[in-house]
C-alpha cells in the first residue's frame, strides 16, 4: 500500500508540474535572453552622468564652472578648465567621475547652468576592481580642434560687427550734430527788441494827517525869545 501510494502521489506530482509548464508555453516571457539583446530602459533609468553632445556645436557646452564639482556630496567629481584665447567661455581639459563613489543624487545636473550633463544609459557596468573612473571628455577630444576654430572665428565676427555697429552708431551722431551746426549759423540771428520807454511816476497824495506841521514864522519866533529873557531878568 505505501509503494502505490507513493507512486500515485509521485504521479500526481508530476502532471500537475507539467501542467504548469505547458500552461508557461502560451505566455508572455518574463525574462530576456542577455547579452544577446539589450534591455529596454524606461526614461526613469539612471546611471554615472555624460555630457550632452548638442547639434547646432556637435560637442558639449562644459565651461569648468566648477558648480558640479563643488556641490556633489560625494566628492566624485574633478574639473579643470581654462579659457582659450580669442573665446569668452572658458573650456573644460578634464571632466573625471568616479562612478564608485557617485550616488546617483543628480544635483550635479540641476546646478549645471549650460544643462550640459545628464544620466547615462549604462547599464552593463561591471568590473574586479572599484577603479570606475570616467573620463567624460573622451568622446569629445578629437573634434576639440575643429570646434575652437569655428568658435574663435564666431567670435572675431561677432566682435567685428559689433565694432562696425558702434562706428556707425558714432558717425550718424556726429552727422546728426554737424547738420544741426550748420542749421544754427544759417539761421537769421533775430533783432534785438526796442527797450521800453520809461513811465512817470503817479502822483502821490498825501493826507492832511501824515503832512508835517509848517514851521513857525521868525518873526514869532523872535518875540517869544524877548519875552522869555524879559523874565528871566
Known sequence: MNAIGSIFNGATSLLKGMSVTFRALFTKPVTMPYPHKEPELTEAYRSAIELIR?????THDCVACLQCEQICPSFCIKIEGDRPEGMKKKRATRFDMDFALCS??????DVCPTTTLKYSRIYDE??????WVHDLLDGFREGEAAYLERAIAEEAEKAAAREAKRAAAAEAKAKKAAEEAAKAAA?????????PEPQAAAPVEVSDESAPAEPAPASAAADSAKEEEGEGA
Open 187 to 195: 539761421a537769421p540771428e533775430p533783432e534785438a527788441a526796442a527797450a
Open 104 to 109: 546617483l543624487c543628480g544635483l550635479c545636473i
Open 126 to 131: 561591471a568590473g574586479y576592481q572599484r577603479e
Open 54 to 58: 548638442f547639434e547646432e556645436t556637435d
